[in-house]
């Protein structure tokens, strides 16, 4: 006879990746519609007379809109479901990338963008809300981690497909924008096949549907979990009462200083290379590319170490590593360096950056209940999108009004504020079942490793 087990003590399996392949579809669309806007403009100067303020409105018009679909869509995800938003928002993706086909204005462009954003910031909460609530805990931190590097897959294929169709002609940029159609269409079919979340289902009184979905999925031998969910009433400003406006504060604290630097630094790093010296030939290219790789490329390890060590350590290391490593950037960015040394430092930070960014989907959904989980993720989203905007808004201007130097030096400062932050107030989640980690704030963070290792952890 099989032990009785919860969803959370299984070994990983074939089913936890296949939800792995429906939530990584966000981050995945989300590069992708990121990076192909960035081709499809440099194409489109030649049919449309653009002023440099309509193509920082295109630019910013997805950012824009995530910020509105973060707050909305994660707070419609707590309160109608996980699967029947993941659907709608793929949809409205579908019809949305289909229309920019059709554009004859560039304020047209700018609107339909504002949608796009809107879908794009309501998935992530959803995607994150998923795969954490049908993740075994011992895999729980690598499996919510990996999903951050599938955006920097979607944003280099972007780059290819962009690159490959600039051979149509003057209408390349149409098929360009009308190309994101094709992942999200294929990831719609796909979700038509994923279950609802049964922590879900059960926060909301239907706990013989949970039951359900949990025997068809597992079999007999499988319950929910040891801590059944109660019914909870979905708010949205649940998130900042009984002690979770302090996760809310940490977690949009981290995230922002972690993205305003690696959004600015990697946007213009051709840029930055040139001002070290490198833009003779094709150098600074070549360092772009393998800057850019190591962001992917860095995120196995860490996955790895975040399981081992924990999330706390993982976190504040690398906010200091990568601290450190900008500010020996910018003492040697006057100095007659080497390109093998400064792109080192590059990679080191590059790797190291991305274990940080492996946390921006562990911490938002392992420290809230499940009644609010998507509400609280999808508004920190939205926080996060702001600061990756004005990371790139600003970036130039420091870097042509202040140099390289300083550049470097308030970037390492940011990192080294969310080092101090991490450090104050990151607590440690691993091997922690959902209801344990959502319950932390009640607690305190003393003694946590205590509660974690008793009868809970195999």
């Not at 554009?103 to 998935?123: E, M, S, T, Y």
């Not at 096949?193 to 025997?215: D, F, H």
């Not at 959902?434 to 009868?455: C, E, R, V, Y």
Request: positive net charge; proline residues 4%.
């Amino acid at each position: 006879m099989n032990k009785v087990r919860t969803m959370e003590e299984l070994p990983l399996s074939r089913f936890h990746f296949k939800m792995f392949a429906y939530a990584s579809g966000s981050t995945f669309i989300d590069g992708y519609i990121i990076g192909i806007i960035a081709v499809a403009l440099s194409a489109m100067q030649s049919q449309f007379d653009m002023s440099l303020t309509m193509m920082g409105l295109i630019g910013m018009a997805t950012l824009a809109g995530m910020f509105a679909g973060g707050v909305i869509g994660g707070y419609l995800t707590d309160l109608i479901g996980r699967k029947k938003m993941f659907l709608i928002d793929m949809l409205i993706m579908a019809i949305v990338s289909i229309l920019q086909f059709f554009i004859n204005d560039p304020i047209q462009l700018v609107i339909l963008r504002f949608i796009l954003g809107v879908a794009i910031g309501a998935d992530y909460p959803i995607a994150g809300a998923l795969m954490a609530e049908f993740s075994p805990k011992k895999s729980r931190g690598s499996l919510l981690g990996g999903l951050n590097g599938l955006w920097y897959v979607g944003y280099a294929i972007s780059y290819l497909v962009g690159f490959l169709l600039l051979s149509v002609g003057d209408t390349s940029w149409r098929w360009m924008l009308l190309s994101s159609a094709v992942p999200v269409i294929l990831m719609l079919i796909a979700r038509l096949n994923m279950p609802e979340s049964p922590l879900w289902l059960a926060s909301k009184g239907r706990q013989k549907e949970a039951n359900a979905i949990v025997r068809k999925i597992f079999g007999d031998h499988v319950i929910m979990s040891n801590e059944p969910e109660t019914k909870e009433k979905t708010t949205f400003l649940e998130m900042f009462r009984n002690g979770y406006g302090k996760w809310i504060f940490f977690v949009s604290a981290f995230w922002s200083l972690q993205v305003i630097p690696t959004f600015g630094i990697g946007t213009y790093i051709p840029e930055i290379l040139a001002q070290f010296g490198f833009a003779n030939g094709t150098r600074e290219y070549l360092g772009s590319a393998v800057i850019n790789i190591v962001y992917l490329v860095g995120l196995l390890p860490a996955l790895y170490l975040i399981e081992k060590f924990g999330r706390r350590p993982t976190l504040i290391v690398p906010f200091l590593v990568s601290a450190i490593t900008l500010f020996v950037l910018g003492a040697t960015s006057g100095l007659n360096t080497s390109f093998v040394f400064i792109l080192v430092l590059f990679i080191i930070y590059g790797t190291f950056n991305t274990a940080m960014g492996a946390h921006d989907w562990i911490y938002p959904n392992e420290l809230f209940p499940t009644h609010i989980r998507g509400t609280a993720m999808g508004f920190i989203t939205g926080v996060t999108r702001i600061a990756s905007a004005i990371g790139t808004f600003f970036f130039p201007f420091i870097l042509e009004n202040y140099g390289l130097a300083a550049t470097l030096y308030i970037c390492g400062a940011l990192f080294f504020i969310g080092f101090l932050v991490s450090l104050f107030m990151a607590p440690e989640t691993k091997n922690m079942s959902l209801t344990q980690t959502s319950s932390i704030n009640k607690s305190g963070n003393k003694g946590q490793d205590s509660f974690a290792s008793k009868k809970y952890i195999n």
